[in-house]
């Protein structure tokens, strides 16, 4: 059942590590790779240039437009992600124009709680709880960094193979059973994130395009992600319609009495 609940929640899209409307923002245009660039930075070098261009932020309000693929059940949906730099993620998935909320979830370091308002059910578990159906080197990091289009932190270290290939950096290791491989763009953001667990069968692919300016950093206009576990394939393609960084935000989160605690 509660894989069910998760599915329909598509909060398994944010675990496994988030059309048609443009951003209003200009979109910054990556410049052309020139395979003359020089290779002789040193692994430090490379990581403090990489690390530099993260996407900083207090706070972050998202907007989008998605079409999901559940093992070939596709569906328009819109999504509202709230976000509080390294305390809180917040999600709400609707459909019908966004006239209809199917779901609410909220994440933190903690903990996961989930209203499906289609069942009328909720669920409340401690983060661990994704370790059942994830690597347990996820945390709340990663799940944040593939919302806003960042490298994942702990990847950038001198452990990993930085190197450049075809004139963009890469970063790529294994940290314990999760294989890792990020790519990045000549503005040195992330293009590409690729998590590998072969052992258990998990995967996950995130791709990232049309980056802009929000406030001081890029963010990407719109993002791909594709996740396999064992059999099942989701696939959530993302287009933000507003983006705002730094500003209020709330988490409202109230489980209506009549609904039913799932196990």
Known sequence: MKKNILNSLLILNVMFFALACKPKREVVVAPAVKQENKTDHSKTEALTLLSGKQFKFNTLALKAKANLDIDGNANDVGMNIRIKNNETIWVIVTAVGGMVEVARALITPDSIKI??????????????????????????????SVLTGNAISEFLNEKSDVKMENGVWTVAGSNQDLDYRILFNTLFKVAE???????SGQALKVTYDAYQKINTSLFPGSMVINTMSEDKKINLNLTFTKIEGNVAVDFPFTVPKRFVLVD
């Open 193 to 199: 994130t690729n998590l590998n667990d072969a052992k």
């Open 115 to 144: 209203i499906d308002k289609m069942k009328n059910q909720y669920i409340k578990k401690p983060f661990s709880y994704i370790y059942s159906f994830t690597n347990k080197q996820i945390n709340f990091n990663t799940v944040q």
